[in-house]
């Protein structure tokens, strides 16, 4: 016997939990579950704790459309959190959170037309069996249990302790010790003003520098609604729209005149760092690449610049070459001394969350299957996925897609359809297939590792993943049901 719901949620992040809020606002009379194999809700801003974690995103943009948010643009995890713990509240949604829940498998059954799903849980490694008519899939991109690891000769011989962030233990003490940090994006841009007070020293190693956008943490449109008294909800959505248009023409400028915009980026630099310090914006802060080919990481109120201006912390452009037993040796052949390295080199892709996909008793090979705009996949019955945006934050595209979701499920309830599934038209044989996001564009280590695993993107609607909110926001909008490519039975 298993539990049957009409939706199954995979994960409980801010994703999911936005598809519960939906789901419960909009389609009241369905019944549905939140699986989640942590023990709390939250996902990336739980299971991060290393020292200072925080958005790299605006909360207006990066919070729900529903939910105003009333502190400053950048967060911290904890004020995260507690953000989402109030969705949870607001809604009254917290009956619908299954904890402890690791799904395994999750096959489809064209004769039962439903999703049977299953796993352990990882409180008491007890099997656990569900089964729905549609499964949400919000499972992020990454790995949980552990970032991606490289691995340097000498590691076993180094006499200090070699942390992950993302898996940052309970126990460490910091206070006073040599620290090195091995990357140079957002987590280890975070992490080194957080711990620089405190430490004797910490240095950032980084093999390519990173375009650092440097911004105050204060935005003074919303100081001056909140000054004025215009309402919460105004005041967030005002400035939701205010920071979705700087981003867009940021982005915008990237591409079209991307000198423009390293040299904005690098001025922002240059305005933070002392002038002592400048020989590094060549040095350090300026990639090889164009603007926005990686994700542009904030430091807010130049808080990574000011750490280097104290003395505290400085940045080395160079590469590991081996550890030491007191340390790591450079490819320079620099020697830094080291209590703590901490390897800030990021995430393990995870394209389904880890589990095992069977269509009728196949297994699915999830790259072999072409994208309905970025969201349902060819041969996939009634399954959504949500994949958010990198060059804006996540949740819009997340927001979009459970606004979609609600409709599909609408219009599946009305027409009386309990399938649904994209299909090619005869047109499309012999389409270009492209890969899921064009490497050239946008290229990461873990997507470029993990590129084989996803699915492609054809050349033409709607079989496209766009990564453009100004677009889709319009596309998804427009997006006709009845166009013959989902087939509804
Ligand atoms: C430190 C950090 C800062 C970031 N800052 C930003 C930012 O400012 N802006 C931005 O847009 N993006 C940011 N990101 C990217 C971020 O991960 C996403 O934006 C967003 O949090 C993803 O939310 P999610 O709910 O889709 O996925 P996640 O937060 O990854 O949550 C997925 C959940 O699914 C669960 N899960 C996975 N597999 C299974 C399974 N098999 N069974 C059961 N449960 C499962 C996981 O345990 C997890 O709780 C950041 C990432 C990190 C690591």
């Not at 980026?265 to 300026?286: K, N, S, W």
């Not at 995430?347 to 970025?374: M, Q, R």
């Not at 599934?421 to 490497?439: A, K």
């Not at 427009?478 to 509804?488: A, E, I, R």
Request: with cysteine; hydrophobic share 40%.
């Amino acid at each position: 016997m298993s539990d049957y719901f009409d939706v199954v949620i995979v994960g409980a992040g801010i994703s999911g939990i936005g598809a519960a809020h939906h789901l419960a606002a909009h389609r009241p009379g369905s019944s549905f579950a939140v699986l989640e194999s942590q023990s709390d809700f939250g996902g990336t801003w739980r299971t991060h704790t290393y020292p200072g974690t925080r958005s790299d995103s605006d909360l207006h943009t990066f919070g729900f459309g529903f939910k105003p948010w009333t502190g400053k643009p950048i967060a911290k995890a904890e004020e995260i959190l507690s953000y989402l713990g109030e969705v949870i509240e607001d809604g009254n949604l917290g009956g619908h959170f299954r904890y402890h829940h690791r799904i395994t498998t999750a096959s489809w059954s064209g004769g039962d037309r439903q999703w049977t799903l299953k796993g352990n849980l990882t409180s008491t490694g007890e099997e656990f069996e569900y089964t729905t008519g549609f499964l949400w899939m919000c499972q992020g991109y990454y790995r949980h249990t552990a970032g991606f690891q490289p691995t340097w000769p000498g590691m076993d011989d180094f006499e200090g302790r070699i942390i992950h962030p993302q898996s940052w233990p309970d126990d460490v003490v910091y206070r006073g010790t040599e620290m090195v940090v091995v990357g140079s994006g957002a987590t280890a841009a975070t992490l080194v003003p957080a711990v620089a007070n405190d430490v004797a020293h910490v240095t950032m190693v980084q093999r390519t520098p990173t375009y650092f956008r440097a911004k105050s943490n204060v935005d003074d449109l919303a100081e001056m609604l909140r000054e004025l008294e215009v309402p919460s909800e105004w005041v967030h959505e005002i400035v939701r729209r205010k920071l979705i248009l700087e981003n867009a023409k940021f982005s915008e400028l990237c591409f079209a005149d991307p000198d423009v915009a390293r040299e904005q980026l690098l001025d922002g630099v240059r305005e933070h760092l002392a002038p002592e310090h400048h020989y590094l914006i060549d040095e350090a802060f300026t990639p090889p690449y164009l603007p926005w080919r990686e994700r542009v990481a904030v430091v807010p109120d130049g808080d990574l610049f000011r750490a280097i201006n104290s003395g505290k912390a400085s940045v080395v452009t160079d590469e590991i070459d081996h550890f030491s037993s007191s340390g790591v040796k450079l490819r320079s052949g620099r020697h830094l001394n080291a209590d703590i390295v901490v390897t800030a080199t990021g995430f393990n892709l995870s394209v389904l969350g880890d589990i095992n996909f069977e269509i009728d008793g196949s297994p699915l090979a999830f790259h072999d299957t072409i994208t309905y705009h970025g969201m349902m996949f060819t041969g996939v019955p009634n399954m959504l996925w949500v994949f958010g945006y990198f060059r804006a934050s996540w949740t819009l595209r997340a927001d979009l897609i459970a606004e979609f979701a609600v409709r599909l499920l609408d219009h599946m309830n009305r027409i009386g359809a309990n399938k649904v599934v994209p299909e090619l038209r005869d047109s499309d044989s012999g389409m270009r297939l492209r890969p899921w996001i064009d490497p050239e564009n946008f290229n990461p280590g873990y997507l470029r590792r993990g590129l084989h695993l996803l699915p492609c993107q054809g050349d033409r609607d709607p079989w496209l993943h766009r990564q453009d909110y100004s677009q889709e926001r319009k596309v998804f909008a427009d997006l006709d049901l009845d166009d013959g490519t989902l087939k509804f039975s």
